[in-house]
């Protein structure tokens, strides 16, 4: 599926609790600017294997590669140069305005000691103008509903400006409006700038129609891999998921 | 500049937005109240000597500069070798705990935190006691001794703690915190009986307890302050970090933050400049708790601003506190502290609308 080449690979990459193997042996290469959706149900692994191949978790066995280089070689701010992520939903100890919490997303490119500079300050601006948050500023971010809060941890992943973003169930907060809003702003990102965009996706239909490659983790492994069209059949989503494939309309008819 | 080139619209928080964005002013403001608390510190006392008088000897011990005012050999031994050096270890003990206290919150993503939570000042205290207990009496080996115990203390009981506490991340803290409860139960019991086995040295170690500035020399201030202050500026510099660290340790590691090793750093920086402080003051609570809060309140959560505006709050208020504890009948500061410090936190408690997690 990847024509050109892996931008970050895992291989064989196991992560096990004890003896629970939570990622059994999957083997996921994402090739620069591709806009891949990683799906399956609850317990699949799908966190797990983020987290390895964010280099966060080291895996039991098997290897990541980012850009090539085996992750665990690589400098954890270049890895986060490399690498934004858009983490589940945080709690912030303290109030925090919004424009404080995105500027965080520089922390991988300020210099020590300096603080933010002028393209820092554009590019927090920027990101929040993209996503939408730019009202949002000077609010504390603990005021805010959870979806707002969703944007603005978007919102700190686009500010880090990095090649990849990947992100762990997006939409988990937001409503079906905010929902399309953020898909069409991953759409944009991969399109536009070129970003490569891995998502956990919860939603099917949501995956289906934005996401051209979609990737299905069931039991810790990758079962199918492909155009949605061939990887959420009728026969996957009984088998995979467990439900009547009636129940869930996707639009991959139509592709 | 951060809060100015975003935010052309002030008018939504008045007051307090103009002031976050002008932590500068903050800081001038905070450092007049702290000039003019060093020249009240030393003035007032059992006996009083005029502002004149005071600013005279100073300027004439450090810089050598006269400006043709004359004062007595008395007043000069008053002004220099007791109660400078006592104001100013009182600023730089109260710097070093507003400082910590400040890291500690961060560190631990909760604004209870401060030096007393992991049990850090109870170690600190009981190092410092086990180095009283200690047959030395060559002077100088004592109060590096006394230094090297009580860091060792601190260091070991924040360490302990975190290691039996879990590092706090994952819905961790609340086990945290009271870990740092139980740790800090222990220590203490252990230096009631440190107390209870000294004998002669009963009295200075009871002293580390009620936390009082009686034992400050210049002696010792020399050993302390660039402990204290080295401290306080390595903190200062990996403020970003701490910025950082406040989204959680994954969050943190995403954004290139290398959490184990920073937390660690930031954890020793902050042991350290609680216990070279306890060494000579003993126990001093709520400036680690009170400090931090306010300026935060005044000038938002970001650790650049925080810090450096905690450290001069801080002196400010432990002089104080000592001048009224030393004008009330030197009475311990510790006690002091308490007695102003728990009520304004409490009042503080009751006008914040936010909510506190633990």
Redo the contacts between chains.
Sequence with gaps: MTAVAPILAAHDVTVAYGDRRVVDAATFEVGGGERVALVGPNGAGKSSLL?AM?G?LRPSSGSVHLCGAPIDTVE??????T???V?EL????????V???V???R??H?P??T??RTTD?LA??GAMDRVGIAHL??R?V??LSMGERQLV?IAVAVA?SAQILVLDEPTAHLDIRHQVDVMELLVDLNQRDGTTVVAVLHDLALAAHFFPRVAVLSGGRIVADGAPAATLGPEQIRSVFGVDPALVRLPVGAS | M??G???P?LD??GVA?WVRGRPVVVGLVATVVLLVSIVLGVGLGSVQIGPNETVGVILWKTLGVRIGLDWSAASEAIIWDLRLPRVLTAMVIGSGLAVAGATF?GLL???LADPYVLGTASGAALGAAIAVLIPVQIVLIEFGLLHAFAFAGALLSAYVVFRLGGSGGAGGLTRLLLTGYAVGSVLAALLTMAMYVSGADLRQIFSFLLGGLAGASWARLVVAAPLIIGACVLMM?RS?SL??L???D??A??????VRHERGILLALASLATAAGVAISGLIGFVGLVVPHVV?LVV???A?RVLPISAIVGAALLSAADLVARLVGDVPVGVVMALLGAPFFLFLLQRTR?SY?L
């Excluded at chain 1, 954890?76 to 140069?81: E, G, L, N």
């Excluded at chain 2, 590691?253 to 290398?258: A, K, P, Q, R, Y």
């Design positions: 987290r964010t966060v954890r701010s270049a890895v986060a140069r690498i934004a992520v983490p945080i709690q912030l100890p303290f109030e925090m305005p424009h404080e919490v500027a965080l997303g922390l991988p300020e020590p000691f603080g933010l300050h927090v601006a500023a000077h504390d603990r005021e941890f880090q | 951060a809060a080139a975003l935010a619209d939504s928080h937005a919150q993503r909760n604004p510099v970003r910025d950082g406040l989204l959680g994954a969050a590691s995403h954004l290139g933050i290398d935060r938002g959560p970001a650049r936010s997690e």
